[in-house]
């Protein structure tokens, strides 16, 4: 049967189905939940013991008999088994709260994802109990939910730094004209923390606490006033526990080399646009988005290194959701931005 997309109701949710984090939008109702991409299964029975914040909190700490797990990687899926029971229990909280039976899914994925990917997207969420599942790209989904026009004939530029990708697009008259994907983003950088104080101070920490280091004391460029925190980690010549003061410099040279590989993928893009459009991008600025936008003078750096002024987006990690539930608060006018409509006759 034919699906009208001008039938969206309030059982309609949008999703950022990110590598760290899974937010939904409920049309009429902005951001409803927002939870870890983890979950923690049972490894004997296969049932689900926790997703979201509870099963973070498990990240290697469980037991034999339980497993924690993102299964999400780079912005698709790594384990399809866990990532369908993950959506559905978390689908299951949003639509038994909001009474919204089996919803239709616009969902953000990344501009790179393969034809198999998408597949397997959207076959986890038919499994997940959605009635049906639209894909749409996660810069154009940023784009529309930072506020910016996409469907005018003038030039924007996004980029959406989530946990496992980067996207950085040129967006005009509802299509992506230049694009860069690369799997450089906040995990990244907090790997690359987690080597640093290896290197440097001689501790082991985990990717939890070097995630905290990175909102805490993260930064693109020196701050004002330099900001200092002790941790706690396993000296790697005793093995023994240990503390250590990190500072902002620290973790600012720490995060160095996957910045730079962010910024060549922005000069790259901007190298390829075609000239009207590289002027409206200068007169209108560069747009971030995705918890990487939180990033400490970030936009100044981009700024220095581009020439051309950037602004962080009001909610730069709800970004992607709020464009995904925009789509359907306005369908009739934002159907073309979804990337697979026309194989379904739409």
């Known amino acids: 049967?034919?699906?009208?997309?001008?039938?969206?109701?309030?059982?309609?949710?949008?999703?950022?189905?990110?590598?760290?984090?899974?937010?939904?939008?409920?049309?009429?109702?902005?951001?409803?939940?927002?939870?870890?991409?983890?979950?923690?299964?049972?490894?004997?029975?296969?049932?689900?013991?926790?997703?979201?914040?509870?099963?973070?909190?498990?990240?290697?700490?469980?037991?034999?008999?339980?497993?924690?797990?993102?299964?999400?990687?780079?912005?698709?899926?790594?384990?399809?088994?866990?990532?369908?029971?993950?959506?559905?229990?978390?689908?299951?909280?949003?639509?038994?709260?909001?009474?919204?039976?089996?919803?239709?899914?616009?969902?953000?994925?990344?501009?790179?994802?393969?034809?198999?990917?998408?597949?397997?997207?959207?076959?986890?969420?038919?499994?997940?109990?959605?009635?049906?599942?639209?894909?749409?790209?996660?810069?154009?989904?940023?784009?529309?939910?930072?506020?910016?026009?996409?469907?005018?004939?003038?030039?924007n530029m996004i980029i959406d730094i989530g946990g496992g990708t980067t996207e950085v697009a040129v967006i005009s008259l509802g299509g992506v004209v230049a694009s860069t994907s690369i799997r450089v983003a906040g995990n990244e950088i907090d790997e690359s923390i987690v080597e640093y104080l290896k290197k440097k101070k001689g501790i082991a920490i985990g990717l939890s606490a070097a995630e905290g280091l990175k909102i805490e004391l993260g930064c693109a460029l020196p701050l004002v006033s330099e900001m200092t925190k002790e941790i706690r980690g396993r000296d790697l010549e005793t093995g023994l526990p240990k503390n250590v003061l990190v500072s902002s410099k620290d973790i600012e040279e720490a995060m160095k080399k996957p910045i730079n590989e962010i910024i060549e993928a922005i000069i790259s893009t901007l190298s390829v646009t075609?000239?009207?459009?590289?002027?409206?991008?200068?007169?209108?600025?560069?747009?971030?988005?995705?918890?990487?936008?939180?990033?400490?003078n970030l936009d100044i750096l981009i700024s220095q290194k581009t020439g051309v002024q950037t602004y962080v987006a009001d909610t730069p990690l709800e970004c992607v959701a709020i464009g995904a539930g925009k789509v359907l608060e306005n369908i009739d006018n934002l159907k073309g931005v979804l990337i697979n409509t026309e194989k379904r006759g739409l």
Do not use: H, W
């Open 274 to 296: 075609p000239p009207e459009l590289a002027s409206d991008i200068i007169q209108n600025g560069i747009y971030l988005a995705g918890g990487g936008a939180q990033i400490r």
């Open 1 to 155: 049967m034919k699906f009208n997309l001008l039938d969206f109701n309030s059982k309609d949710i949008g999703m950022d189905l990110g590598t760290a984090n899974i937010l939904i939008a409920l049309k009429g109702k902005g951001i409803v939940l927002r939870e870890p991409s983890v979950v923690a299964l049972d490894r004997v029975t296969g049932e689900i013991v926790a997703t979201g914040k509870e099963a973070r909190d498990m990240l290697g700490r469980t037991p034999e008999n339980i497993k924690a797990v993102r299964p999400m990687q780079d912005g698709v899926i790594a384990d399809f088994t866990a990532t369908g029971l993950m959506l559905k229990n978390m689908l299951k909280k949003v639509c038994q709260k909001y009474n919204a039976g089996k919803p239709r899914v616009v969902v953000g994925v990344p501009s790179g994802i393969t034809e198999v990917e998408k597949r397997a997207i959207e076959e986890a969420f038919l499994q997940a109990n959605a009635k049906e599942v639209y894909l749409i790209q996660e810069p154009m989904a940023a784009a529309i939910g930072a506020g910016l026009n996409v469907k005018e004939p003038v030039g």
